[in-house]
């Protein structure tokens, strides 16, 4: 065998090599972000337009200021009880 040959089919192998375990991992991750990135922008988005709903709902119920509820009045003073013998 010649040279050259084992030269061309060592510099094939490492080409191999690297591009099974470098690149295609590579290409493999990036299209995981970006399928990831576009799943969290429509969760925003879906998240952000029910929040603009209830909010809209809240505001086309009620015109005024929501009332708090008045303080309840207290039953008495409370006594210490204590034991007498």
Known sequence: MSW????????????????????????????????????????????QQQQQAAQNNYQSGSTSAPTPNPPKEKAGDYIDFEEVK
């Open 4 to 47: 050259k040959l084992i030269l061309w089919i060592i510099v094939g192998y490492l080409a191999i090599r690297f591009v099974f375990r470098f690149l295609l991992p590579l290409f493999v991750v990036s299209k995981r972000m970006r399928q990831q990135v576009k799943e969290f922008h429509n969760a925003m988005n879906t998240a």
